[in-house]
Antibody, heavy 117, light 106 residues
Framework: EVQLVQSGAEVKKPGESLKISCKGSGYSFTSYWIGWVRQMPGKGLEWMGIIYPGDSDTRYSPSFQGQVTISADKSISTAYLQWSSLKASDTAMYYC??????????WGQGTLVTVSS | EIVMTQSPATLSVSPGERATLSCRASQSVSSNLAWYQQKPGQAPRLLIYGASIRATGIPARFSGSGSGTEFTLTISILQSEDFAVYYCQQYNNWYTFGQGTKLEIK
């Protein structure tokens, strides 16, 4: 069974750094792209970027380029999304998802990030 | 960037009736279009990909159609569990989601 399991909810202060994770299982982790999607409170879905764990090829949405860093450690089948300096506007639910035939066929359960002073 | 526009924003339909949701792309995305369902507190779930192909385990009452710039998701006989928010997504040029259609009980 394909599963993506994300790390738990985080509460941070503005200016702090953060790295959240997404661990894949039940399939060949290095053979599928993993994307990250933001959902701000009460809002829709926004694609942030995507990584191919096999060679760490990474692409970013122009809206998120320079704002976050996506990485992966294929030895432990885990992808990451990180911030160097959080802002209140980064408060959102973040989902990882596996790229299937173009679409996102499997999703993690989401990681809620709250940034507040 | 390809802009995806969904209509209506909210659709009120009675259980047992048909629901038709629309999605328009600002430029052609061929058949590289997916539909997702999201219920409160849950991650999105893939329903349709390739504009018309049902994902694994998706009931036959869900169907997708269209190509190019105009797409439709039809739910033929609404069940109580179908009331949710639906998003379209193009993956012809990276990814863009529509703003969502909330399907509510009439």
């Amino acid at each position: 069974e394909v599963q993506l399991v994300q790390s738990g909810a985080e509460v941070k202060k503005p200016g702090e750094s953060l790295k959240i994770s997404c661990k894949g299982s039940g399939y060949s982790f290095t053979s599928y792209w993993i994307g990250w999607v933001r959902q701000m409170p009460g809002k829709g879905l926004e694609w942030m970027g995507i990584i191919y764990p096999g060679d760490s090829d990474t692409r970013y949405s122009p809206s998120f380029q320079g704002q976050v860093t996506i990485s992966a450690d294929k030895s432990i089948s885990t992808a990451y999304l990180q911030w160097s300096s959080l802002k209140a506007s980064d408060t959102a639910m973040y989902y990882c998802a596996r790229k299937g035939a173009g679409d996102f066929d499997y999703w993690g359960q989401g990681t809620l990030v709250t940034v507040s002073s | 960037e390809i802009v995806m526009t969904q209509s209506p924003a909210t659709l009120s339909v009675s259980p047992g009736e048909r629901a038709t949701l629309s999605c328009r792309a600002s430029q052609s995305v061929s058949s590289n279009l997916a539909w997702y369902q999201q219920k409160p507190g849950q991650a999105p779930r893939l329903l349709i990909y390739g504009a018309s192909i049902r994902a694994t385990g998706i009931p036959a009452r869900f169907s997708g159609s269209g190509s190019g710039t105009e797409f439709t998701l039809t739910i033929s006989i609404l069940q109580s569990e179908d009331f949710a928010v639906y998003y379209c997504q193009q993956y012809n040029n990276w990814y863009t989601f529509g703003q969502g259609t909330k399907l509510e009980i009439k």
